[in-house]
């Protein structure tokens, strides 16, 4: 549900943010120097209700719209005001209706015919459907000249990339539809603003901030993060969850990559591995505090995974997610520390790993899935292990191009710049093609999975569509004034009015 789009406003830094929102746990309080003691609650129920009235209205025009045209544009439409998860059945059922029914049988042009083929190959894709590139045939001339139709190029390009950032809702949307696009956003960011106010309250209980000068108090970032992962409403447990981690990832990772010594981070990736709070006990008192944290948080999010999915216990399996990326941090350090380059592909090879994706993608799996058998939840991340790869790859390189360069190991760009005797302008774009390779190979095993694997694995792609938000201008989570900012108001603060 996370809209990425600019807008000015007076600015605030995120740690003020969280000054304000936190003293009394209420987000009904002054914000970027605005009175905001009488917003509206839209957590009332009257809102539902006014919103579940629009949605009946909404699907009306679904049986409304006859002709395929219409019934895909307002597909499209819906998805890009972020309320396709409302309108589930009825999307499924008009892209059925439209893969049987002959595109060109009652066309008025053949502009519209190539358009009409080109929106409902892209839809398609979203949608999870294999759509043949066959499809398309159509849309070229003999010579492969591109179609002079804008619309018709348009979906061509979003098809061929599936970006599906853009909210270019045309001339015509419905009124109706965006007035209950406004009032769905603001009743979920009502939810997300309590979530929001739950972490910030397990943040200052767990009292390691004032013992950890050393590294990053990023709550509110990490939230708006998770929320980006999971943004439906009934997702509030899965949002905290992954905030919690978040922060911790963020814990750790300064741990190993500014305090510890390698000794100390040796030792510590020992006591991660046997899971044992007795292994830290001769390390300083600061490394101690983070494995505590840790240790006690993880344990409580299992419980709590485990009750609320009635399912088998998932400690055993977090906890090698933890043991992975802990590793990986280990081979990082080890590398600074004896001043080794690596190649780009000897990078790689660790650093999605270190990237924290694969850590990511094991909480967001464990935390969605009810199975009652771990191994249908271990064949489940087996069979989406090349996505789980490729969107740690992106992470871990939108974190390099991105990145303040406090990291001490050597990016991907100067790995690349190195073994290549390239300049950082070269490196960049060739970091960029690998990113983009991943966005294709990620889309291609997204098509291949079950509709009901869809459904889980989405969140775990929405890792890297979050990763590029935090910094495509910059690192968002290492600078606390510029863009995030903005983005936290706008999405966890501010109404759509």
């Known amino acids: 549900m996370i809209i990425c789009f600019l807008l000015q406003v007076n600015t605030l830094s995120i740690h003020n943010l969280i000054i304000h929102l936190v003293p009394t746990l ?14 509206i609650c839209f957590s009332e129920k009257k809102y539902k209700v006014e919103a579940v009235k629009l949605k009946g209205e909404v699907s009306c025009k679904f049986t409304e719209s006859v002709s395929p045209v219409g019934q895909l544009e307002l597909i499209d439409r819906i998805d890009k005001l972020g309320l396709s998860g409302s309108f589930e059945v009825e999307t499924k059922e008009a892209l059925e209706n439209t893969i049987m029914y002959s595109m060109k049988s009652n066309s008025s042009s053949k502009e519209e015919d190539l358009y009409a083929t080109a929106l409902c190959f892209r839809l ?72 929001l106010k739950d972490v910030i309250r397990w943040w200052r209980n767990l009292c390691i901030v004032e013992d950890l000068d050393f590294t990053r108090d990023r709550i509110v970032e990490s939230f708006f993060f998770a929320a980006g992962i999971a943004s439906e409403a009934q997702h509030g447990s899965m949002r905290k969850w992954l905030t919690k981690v978040i922060q911790l ?19 510590f990736t020992r006591a991660i591995e046997k899971w044992d709070p007795k292994e830290v006990q001769k390390l300083p008192t600061c490394i101690q505090i983070c494995f505590r944290a840790l240790h006690d948080t993880m344990e409580e999010i299992s ?19 933890w043991i992975n990326f802990c590793k990986a941090l280990l081979v990082e350090a080890t590398w600074y520390h004896k001043g ?22 094991f909480h967001v799996i464990f935390g969605l899935t009810n199975y009652k058998t771990t191994n249908e939840t271990l064949d489940l991340c087996k069979n989406c292990q090349e996505i789980i790869y490729h969107t740690s790859v992106i992470i871990r390189l939108c974190n390099d191009q991105g990145g303040t360069g406090e990291r001490c190991v050597a990016s991907s760009i100067i790995c690349y710049m190195q073994e290549e005797n390239v300049s950082e302008d070269v490196a960049r774009e060739h970091i960029e093609s690998i990113i983009l390779n991943s966005w294709k190979k990620i889309n291609y095993h997204f098509n291949t999975l ?48």
């Open 124 to 195: 398609l894709r979203e949608q999870g459907y294999h759509a043949s590139q066959d499809m398309l045939k159509d849309c070229f001339d003999g010579k492969g000249k591109l179609p002079s139709d804008i619309n018709t190029l348009v979906e061509l390009l979003e098809g061929s990339h599936l970006s599906m950032d853009d909210l270019l809702l045309g001339k015509n949307t419905n009124p109706m539809l965006l007035q209950l696009a406004k009032l769905n956003f603001n009743i979920i960011q009502a939810t997300h603003q309590n979530d």
């Open 249 to 267: 990832i963020l814990i750790i990772d300064d741990v190993y990559d500014i305090y510890g010594s390698l000794t100390e981070v040796q030792q």
């Open 26 to 39: 209420s987000l009904g309080v002054c914000v970027a120097g605005k009175d905001t003691s009488s917003r």
């Open 450 to 497: 079950s509709t009901s694997h869809q459904k889980i694995v989405k969140h775990v792609i929405n890792e890297a569509r979050m990763t590029h938000v935090m910094y495509h201008s910059g690192d968002g989570f290492g600078v606390q004034d510029g863009e995030t900012q903005d983005q936290v108001l706008i999405n966890l603060v501010e109404p759509l009015i």
């Open 303 to 321: 419980i709590e995974i485990q009750r609320q999915n009635d399912g088998p216990p998932t400690l055993p399996h977090l906890k090698q997610g």
């Open 340 to 361: 080794h380059i690596p190649t780009l592909e000897e990078y790689l090879d660790n650093g999605w790993t270190s990237s924290s994706g694969q850590l990511l993608s």
